[in-house]
C-alpha cells in the first residue's frame, strides 16, 4: 500500500506541475481580456524581436501572423509575464526612421529638403505629425542624418522604409549628393630592412 501510495503521490505532482502552465495561461487569457491591453488586429513585438499582428485571443493561447506571413500560437502567459510591444495599443500613428549618410562636403540643406521630398511624396507616410530631419553626427567617413517619419500601418514599416531608402536614393543621384563608403588607410612596413 505504501509504494501505491508512494507512486500515486509522485503522479499527482508531476500532473500538478504540467497543470501549473495550463493553469497561468487560462489566468492570462482572462487578465489580457479583462485589461484590454491585447486586441485583435493589434501590431505587437515579441521578446525576441518577431512581430505580428494579433489575429485570435483565445483563454489559454492568441495567435498572431507575423511579417512572414507565418502564423504563430503564443501561449497567453507571454504575453502578462514578458515584455512585449504593442505598436497599437496607444495611438494607431507609430513613428520610425530611416539612417542615411552622406559625403563629407554635401550640401546639408539640400540633403535635409530631398529627405523631406522623399517622405512627403510617399503615400503611406501620415501628414500629420509632420516628418523631420535629425543631423545626427559627423561620422567616420559620412555626415550622418535620421529621417522620422510616422506611419498608421506601422506591421508593413519595412516595405514603406524600403521605399523611402529607393526615393531618398534617386534624389541624391539626381542632385549628386554621394552616399561614401567607408574608407580605410592601409600602411604597409616592410621589415625586410
Do not use: C
Not at 71 to 97: E, Q, Y
Not at 127 to 149: N, T
Amino acid at each position: 500500500v505504501t509504494v501505491i501510495l508512494a507512486g500515486f503521490a509522485a503522479l499527482l505532482v508531476g500532473v500538478g506541475l504540467g497543470i501549473q502552465q495550463v493553469f497561468g495561461d487560462l489566468v492570462s487569457g482572462i487578465i489580457i481580456l479583462i485589461e484590454h491591453s491585447l486586441k485583435i488586429d493589434d501590431v505587437i513585438q515579441l521578446e525576441d524581436g518577431t512581430v505580428g499582428r494579433v489575429t485570435e485571443i483565445g483563454f489559454r493561447t492568441s495567435k498572431i501572423r507575423t511579417r512572414d506571413d507565418i502564423a504563430m500560437i503564443i501561449p497567453n502567459s507571454k504575453f502578462v509575464n514578458d515584455r512585449i510591444i504593442n505598436w497599437s495599443l496607444i495611438d494607431n500613428k507609430t513613428r520610425f526612421h530611416v539612417n542615411v549618410g552622406v559625403a563629407y562636403g554635401s550640401d546639408v540643406e539640400l540633403v535635409t529638403r530631398i529627405l523631406l521630398e522623399a517622405a512627403s511624396k510617399n503615400e503611406k507616410v501620415a501628414r500629420e505629425p509632420l516628418p523631420f530631419v535629425r543631423f545626427v553626427d559627423f561620422g567616420e567617413s559620412s555626415l550622418d542624418f535620421q529621417l522620422f517619419f510616422w506611419v498608421s500601418e506601422s506591421f508593413l514599416v519595412e516595405h514603406i522604409k524600403s521605399e523611402l531608402r529607393y526615393a531618398i536614393d534617386a534624389a541624391f543621384r539626381s542632385q549628386g549628393v554621394t552616399i561614401p563608403f567607408p574608407q580605410r588607410d592601409v600602411h604597409i612596413r616592410n621589415h625586410l630592412q
